[in-house]
């Protein structure tokens, strides 16, 4: 099982991502926000707002928004 250990942004919907491994996936999640969860992460200024949370090892967002690491794991490219 993967776990994201820091998350930066780069660009449009784009993160640069770090897991457990030490491996870094650069994730493009424009095409993965579909769902009223995800609708305010359109906005690009909130989209920013993704944050690591520790506790479930995934990235999130203020209205508790989140991906599961392993997915973020297997779209991300290197």
Known sequence: MH??????????????????????????????LD?????????PDYFRKVTVNPDIDTIVWPNNADFAPEFLYEIGQE
């Open 3 to 32: 776990y994201v250990t820091n998350v930066d942004y780069l660009s449009g919907y784009k993160l640069k991502l770090r897991f457990e491994d030490n491996s870094v996936k650069v994730v493009d999640l424009e095409p993965h």
């Open 35 to 43: 769902g009223s969860i995800f609708e305010p992460l359109k906005n």
